[in-house]
């Protein structure tokens, strides 16, 4: 399944798209399984409530979290043996798993600014690895992820506020060129596979009429020793659970610096800004 081409594009530009992973009747199935779950009510890890007369969309139907630890259908697609295929040919080793998350992203809602989500999860040794999945077609116009190629080479970059009126997440990062990142245009059931370091992020969904849900998956390698507490407890491939110890959060950043190459992001700074998840 996991074929020279993906491995050598994972190291290149940080990301691999690997289409079809998941067959559309699967992601049919996801799909509407999460769509019974959200309307449903609020569940433990919710970001928020569930306030069916807000005005904003995100409020109407709020990204879940962490849904393997009570939905076993979220905890199967988590451990499954095509992911774990994947992430094993990309990086060599089966990986840890550590979370789940859904978003709905319906019509008008925000983005989500440009971020690394080791910023976040603070695996190491290593990286985390995510697993994308699309359960409808994502776009530009629905606001499919813009990733920034190479860019998983980078440091984990100081952070710098973010425009709250596209995005629902407050915190960004600076790029070295404003047009850096490209969009990733996918059909239901294509997983896109990227590095911890690797900037990403996405603008709003301005149609009318079009969600734009995604299945995550996050992991971290299998060398890991240490992850964010919120990541407890990370499970093996077969669904077992391990001990990890609980890495901390602050600790350098890079910051731009001009050079003769060109811009170049150096350890310079430290990060003061601290999340508890993505």
Not at 62 to 70: L, N, S
């Amino acid at each position: 399944m996991v074929s020279d081409s993906y491995k050598q594009e994972f190291e290149r530009d940080g990301y691999t798209l690997v289409r079809g992973l998941f067959d559309a009747d699967e992601a049919e199935r996801l799909r509407e399984h999460y769509m019974t779950l959200r309307k449903r009510g609020s569940y433990d890890n919710d970001e928020a409530g569930v306030n069916s007369g807000s005005r904003d969309p995100l409020r109407r139907y709020p990204r879940m979290a962490q849904m393997h630890r009570w939905d076993d259908m979220s905890l199967q697609w988590l451990i499954d043996a095509r992911i774990d295929e994947v992430m094993t040919g990309l990086l060599d080793k089966s990986p840890y798993a550590v979370q789940t998350m859904i978003y709905f992203k319906p019509p008008g809602s925000r983005g989500q600014a440009l971020h690394q989500d080791n910023f976040y999860l603070k695996a190491e040794p290593g990286t985390c690895v995510a697993a994308w999945m699309a359960l409808d077609r994502v776009d530009e116009a629905n606001g499919c992820l813009q990733v920034v190629p190479g860019s998983h080479r980078w440091p984990i970059l100081c952070t710098e506020k973010a425009d709250t009126t596209v995005s629902f997440t407050d915190v960004t990062v600076p790029l070295p060129a404003p047009d850096a990142a490209v969009p990733v245009v996918m059909e239901p059931g294509d997983v896109l596979f990227f590095h911890g370091a690797l900037v990403h992020g996405s603008a709003p969904n301005v149609t009318e009429d079009r969600f734009r849900r995604a299945l995550i998956g996050h992991y971290i390698q299998g060398e890991a020793e240490k992850v964010a507490s919120y990541y407890h407890p990370a499970l093996r491939m077969d669904g077992t659970p391990l001990t990890l110890d609980v890495a901390e959060g602050g600790g350098a950043c890079g910051e731009w610096t001009d050079t003769p190459e060109g811009p170049v992001a150096v350890l310079t700074g430290t990060q003061v800004i601290d999340r508890k998840h993505e």
